[in-house]
């Protein structure tokens, strides 16, 4: 899951909402 977390991750868009998911980990 790690993998599709940092194409995500590098997606503006997608930083916020995956800044709470990262933090959750």
Do not use: H
């Amino acid at each position: 899951m790690a993998l599709v977390l940092l194409p995500l991750s590098l997606r503006p868009s997608s930083r916020q909402p995956m800044a709470m998911m990262s933090r959750s980990r």
